[in-house]
């Protein structure tokens, strides 16, 4: 093995053992990654830069703005309020999903479709006294299948198809995916209509049972009216850096005040609500003399609109930061009163938590909430659809009917989809719907820049002869085996790439691997850069392999070995069916 190749294999295992420990930014791994090969002098000036002179990559950017834009219109929420009646069965959800949200899932990318739908589908739950848990990984898994249908439906698949076009090769059609597309969505919701649903947990509504249990982690003390601290605000009173406790909302005369600014005056009566360790309320009292405890539990009173479920996603700037770090309060206009990670209250003090990938918040909003979080991808509120419908009328017609026209103009190849994007967005400034200010913050800038590197890095495992000699390697142990065989192996190998990674990690290291195996077995790249897409996207095994899987994790209540039990026969089902497919279809001719 050369020098380069052990450089870029150090890359690579930077990024295995990064990613897959789950203990840093997937952002910081991928530059750590990135810097080894730039520095090391695998790539000069004009390959390191290869991502962001990619279409593909733009072509990400100008998916994710629209995803983001299209989340907020009047038909779509229309079309899911309608989606979910009241009298409908488990299997009707199953197949509605299945039809609906699936086939959007092609065009549209998952995260943000997801984040719109997941209040909904709880709220549907709630009202047919259905679990959370039995309908959100089948609502993650069906959009995760339905993400394969075309090019668009993923980052991965324009990650792979934007490091082949740097080769030299072909575009992958927007539609190249759809046959066997098809046949994985339909699969997947057979799936779950006949045996997925028997394997899934039926646990309690989280959201619910921690109100339940309130008094386990809520601990509060009223003002009397002799009270010292009466005119004092809350900086100087010292309220905001107790020890075991984390001033949540002030209750005065009936109304919630949160979250509560450092500049507000305590006034007699005031119910002071705290979260973190109950039982220190009484050292609070004893210390501050004014102090008493309250009749009843304020929190029990407050409405429950009051109350709102949030996850924080992989690529969120809050991961890995502790919460009193995160100025959250005055970012959102709301205070954090408990955390859940795997399905457990967090029973730290509040402040002290360190955010990770996959955490329910419940959140005590106050009035400016809605406002901000809509323009924000740092979280995604899950129980509660929100104020959330920004377009209506002749803005909602121009938004939906040119995405329409764009999309079905970019899928019958009478424009590429960069130029149909790249059209659409300009129409929609144009007509003074989206402000040019705003683009910025529909961008996922973490996933952008990830995909950036992703792609000079996985030219970089190409260059220095890395993917060949790994494929050697491969083809060595395989033997002389039949071409469908050696399908099915290599897509085994990307699929587990895959969920010890993310999905876009793994893309940056299987697409030159698929572009070896092509020139290694002589035949075309398409077939075989078709099954690595499909193994990169149908991550079913883990919640870290693909982003919606941790979205759903905290208000579905699930734990990691949930993931597994549910999508081990169906990641089997498609390891047997997706090769099969992809060698009847481009080489059994």
Same mark, same amino acid.
């Given at each position: 093995m050369t020098s380069d190749q052990i450089v870029v294999l150090v890359a %690579?295992? @930077?990024l295995i053992i990064g990613l897959g420990s789950g203990?840093?930014?997937?952002?910081h791994v991928f530059l750590f990654a990135y810097s080894i090969v730039v520095i090391g002098g695998i790539l000069d000036d004009d390959e390191a830069l290869l991502g962001l002179a990619?279409?593909?990559?733009?072509?990400? $950017?100008?998916l994710l703005i629209w995803s983001n834009i299209i989340r907020y219109s009047a038909t779509l929420? &229309?079309?899911?309020?309608?989606?979910?009646?009241?009298? %409908?069965?488990?299997?009707g959800y199953i197949a509605r999903i299945t039809g609906y949200l699936g086939t959007l899932s092609g065009i549209m990318n998952n995260t943000p479709l997801v984040a719109m739908v997941i209040p909904y589908v709880v709220q549907w739950s709630r009202r047919r006294g259905i679990p959370p848990s039995r309908v959100l990984i089948p609502l993650a898994y069906i959009t995760? $299948?339905?993400? !394969?249908?075309?090019?668009?439906?993923?980052? &991965?698949? %324009? @990650?792979?198809?934007?490091?082949?076009?740097?080769?030299?090769?072909?575009?992958?059609?927007?539609? $190249?995916?759809?046959?066997?597309?098809?046949?994985?969505?339909v699969i997947t919701g057979l799936y779950f209509w006949t045996i997925g649903w028997r394997l899934l947990p039926s646990r309690r509504d989280l959201s619910e049972e921690t109100l339940e249990q309130s008094r386990e982690y809520m601990a509060e003390a009223k003002v009397r009216e002799d009270s010292p601290l009466v005119g004092q605000t809350v900086g100087k009173a010292h309220l905001r850096q107790l020890k075991g406790l984390f001033l949540a909302a002030i209750e005065r005369d009936g109304e919630l005040i949160v979250p509560v600014k450092r500049s507000e005056e305590i006034q007699a009566n005031d119910v002071l609500l705290f979260t973190g360790r109950p039982e220190t309320i009484i050292d609070l009292i004893q210390s501050r003399p004014g102090l008493e405890l309250p009749q009843q539990n304020k929190l029990r009173s407050v409405p429950r609109h009051e109350i709102v479920e949030a996850v924080v996603p992989i690529n969120s700037t809050l991961v890995r930061q502790r919460v009193k770090d995160t100025n959250f309060r005055s970012r959102y206009d709301a205070a954090i009163i408990a955390v859940h990670r795997q399905g457990e209250r967090l029973r730290k003090k509040i402040g002290d938590i360190v955010l990770q990938p996959g955490d329910m918040l419940l959140l005590m909003v106050g009035g400016d909430f809605w406002n901000r979080v809509n323009e924000d991808n740092n979280i995604y509120v899950v129980g509660k659809v929100g104020e959330v419908i920004q377009y209506k009328g002749w803005r909602d017609i121009l938004i939906v009917g040119g995405s329409a026209i764009a999309l079905l103009l970019a899928m019958l190849k009478i424009v590429p989809l960069f130029h149909a994007l790249v059209t659409l967005l300009a129409g929609l400034l144009l007509f003074r719907i989206i402000k040019l200010q705003d683009l910025s913050s529909r961008l996922d800038w973490n996933l952008l820049l990830i995909c950036a590197m992703a792609i000079p890095i996985g030219f970089a495992v190409k260059k220095v002869g890395l993917a060949d000699k790994i494929i050697e390697s491969y083809l060595t142990m395989i033997g002389d085996a039949p071409l469908w065989l050696m399908l099915f192996a290599f897509y085994l190998l990307a699929n587990i790439i895959t969920e010890i990674m993310f999905n876009v990690g793994a893309a940056a290291i299987v697409a030159p691997l698929a572009v070896s195996l092509a020139t290694h077995l002589g035949v075309p790249i !398409?077939? @075989?850069?078709l099954t690595a897409m499909f193994a990169v996207a149908l991550s @079913?095994?883990?919640?870290?392999?693909y982003q919606v899987n941790l979205m759903v994790m905290g208000p579905g209540n699930y734990r990691f070995k949930d993931y597994f039990r549910v999508g081990l026969p169906l990641a089997i089902i498609y390891a047997l069916i997706v090769p099969s497919l992809i060698w009847m279809i481009h080489f059994n001719k």
């Open positions: %690579l295992i @930077v203990k840093f930014k997937p952002m990619n279409v593909s990559v733009i072509s990400i $950017a100008l929420h &229309s079309l899911f309020k309608k989606l979910l009646p009241d009298n %409908l069965s488990y299997g995760i $299948a339905g993400g !394969t249908l075309t090019l668009l439906g993923t980052s &991965s698949h %324009l @990650v792979i198809n934007g490091y082949i076009t740097k080769l030299g090769y072909p575009d992958i059609s927007i539609t $190249a995916l759809l046959p066997i597309g098809i046949i994985v969505l !398409t077939p @075989v850069v @079913v095994l883990t919640p870290y392999g």
